[in-house]
């Protein structure tokens, strides 16, 4: 079992920067592919960045390409979301996810432990 909590959420404008956190529990954080992916009330949850196990392996959405960076402290059980250059239409809830697995992986599917979300709102 692993327990997934997000932080960092919250308002921002146009422009501005924030950084998500998601602190996992359990021994398998370090052998787990982690992703972030968001949400809009009344749209399908859509993949945002994944990292490998090690993190050495990442990957992005098109639309966040450049503007957001994830990352992983494997001795913090912690991967991170720092989010640059923001837009409205960043505007989400954003879940975190574990998968069984090293691989990088973009594929909701795959991910088997969800966090509860947390909020960003980019005003204009």
């Known amino acids: 079992q692993v327990l997934l909590v997000e932080s960092g959420g919250g308002l921002v404008q146009a422009g501005g920067s924030l950084r998500l956190s998601c602190a996992a529990s359990?021994?398998?954080?370090?052998?787990?592919?982690m992703g972030w992916f968001r949400q809009v009330p009344g749209k399908e949850r859509e993949f945002v960045a994944a990292?490998?196990?090690?993190?050495?392996?990442?990957y992005y959405a098109a639309s966040v390409k450049g503007r957001f960076t994830i990352s992983r402290d494997n001795a913090k059980n912690t991967v991170y979301l720092q989010m640059y250059s923001l837009k409205p239409e960043d505007t989400a809830v954003y879940y975190c996810?574990?998968?069984?697995?090293?691989?990088?992986?973009?594929?909701?599917?795959?991910?088997?432990?969800w966090g509860q979300g947390t909020q960003v709102t980019v005003s204009s």
């Open positions: 990292s490998s196990s090690s993190g050495r392996s990442t």
């Open positions: 359990g021994r398998t954080f370090s052998s787990s592919a």
């Open positions: 996810a574990a998968a069984s697995l090293v691989a990088v992986s973009t594929t909701q599917n795959e991910f088997d432990y």
